[in-house]
């Protein structure tokens, strides 16, 4: 039987909260030292600010690292996550930034509410067939004219993880991304691809992919 987004979600929940702290504890370090990814998210925080529609939602935020970082940049952003543990870190690390549980397909937003959506390395817990689903809710979430970026592992099928974070019993799934795939998956759902940057990652090859909700059409009235 295919495995649900929720079975996965109930997955991360169990990983992440195991390994909140470790995580909280190295993670923030590496992506400081993140050049390239870091100028990926410097591009979308003055783009979405340039548009002046709304705040960012960051989605599976973990420790709130990228959260923090977005609001050096001038945004106003908010986390959500969909493991407990790590929302607590998130709160502990940055008591001024709002931190919630919840998950990356099911949005705490009105409609249009939002200037920018940023999955950095969470979307890897989302089985493929769901992802129609969730890019949906993010174009309704999304102002006109709002931006998306997704960061990810690029590949073929799924990976398992074992030991993750150092910490034995910690083990899940991740799917690999095809950025062209994604980027498809995206134009369905009402969004054009602004960017894309391709990198050789330690072990993988990784990817950043900024896209933007394209406005309605205005109809055309005659007289
Ligand atoms: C690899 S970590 C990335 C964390 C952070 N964005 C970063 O770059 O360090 C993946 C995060 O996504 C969260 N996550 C996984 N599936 C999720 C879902 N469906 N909704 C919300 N958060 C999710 C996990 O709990 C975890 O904190």
């Known amino acids: 039987m ?43 925080a003055e783009l979405v600010a340039a548009a002046g529609a709304g705040p960012v939602a960051d989605l599976g935020c973990g420790p709130g690292h990228v959260a923090a970082h977005l609001r050096d940049l001038g945004v106003p952003v908010f986390g959500v996550d969909v493991s407990p ?21 099911s949005l705490d937003a009105a409609d249009g ?18 992802r129609p689903a969730v890019f949906a809710e993010w174009r309704r979430a999304l102002a006109p004219g709002g931006y998306a970026l997704l960061g990810f592992h690029v590949g073929d099928g799924q990976s398992q993880v074992t030991g993750a974070y ?45 896209v933007r909700k394209r406005r309605e059409a205005v109809p055309v009235t005659s007289g």
Request: with cysteine.
């Open 2 to 44: 295919e495995t649900t987004l929720s079975d996965r979600e109930d997955e991360a929940r169990r990983a992440y909260d195991a390994v909140a702290e470790t995580y909280a504890a190295t993670v923030p370090a590496l992506f400081a030292q993140d050049v390239r990814g870091r100028a990926m998210i410097a591009a979308f």
């Open 85 to 105: 543990g790590t929302v607590a870190a998130a709160r502990r690390a940055h008591p001024e930034i709002r931190f919630e549980v919840g998950t990356l397909g």
């Open 113 to 130: 509410a939002l200037g920018g959506v940023l999955s950095w390395w969470s979307l890897l817990h989302t089985p493929p067939a769901e």
């Open 166 to 210: 150092g910490q034995a019993g910690v083990d899940y799934t991740i799917d690999l991304i095809q950025p062209e795939e994604v980027a498809a998956e995206l134009a369905a759902a009402g969004f054009e691809r602004e960017a894309l940057m391709r990198l050789p990652g330690v072990r993988r090859e990784q990817a950043c992919l900024l």
